[in-house]
């Protein structure tokens, strides 16, 4: 069906950059809105930041400013530019995306990618 997988996670230091890239294969149609979530230690998943087909972008409040989301249509993929980062960023790191298929809207989960930022 639809698989999504991320990648990109690591280690780094607070102040320091990473990028996390989320992938799509699998058959569809096309993919609408794309989103970052993340869930730290014995905290509930929290959305980080959307992003819309047409490229429109919201973030929550705890990254705006530091983090940036976009997508590459043509290789069905969203990426998470994290810079700035802080230590309260540690957290595994998930995507989604609504995926467009015949038979409707299919909404999976990536399987996470952690990041850790060490202060």
């Known amino acids: 069906q639809v698989q999504l997988v991320e990648s990109g996670g690591g280690l780094v230091q607070a102040g320091g950059s990473l990028r996390l890239s989320c992938a799509a294969s699998?058959?569809?149609?096309?993919?609408?809105?794309m989103a970052w979530y993340r869930q730290a230690p014995g905290k509930q998943r929290e959305l980080v930041a959307t992003?819309?087909?047409?490229?429109?972008?919201n973030y929550a409040d705890s990254v705006k400013g530091r983090f940036t989301i976009s997508r590459d249509n043509a290789k069905n993929t969203v990426y998470l530019q994290m810079n700035s980062l802080k230590a309260e960023d540690t957290a595994v790191y998930y995507c989604?995306?609504?995926?467009?298929?015949?038979?409707?809207?299919?909404?999976?989960w990536g399987q996470g990618t952690q990041v850790t930022v060490s202060s």
């Open positions: 989604k995306a609504d995926v467009v298929r015949y038979s409707g809207i299919y909404s999976p």
């Open positions: 699998g058959v569809f149609f096309s993919i609408n809105a």
């Open positions: 992003i819309t087909s047409g490229g429109t972008a």
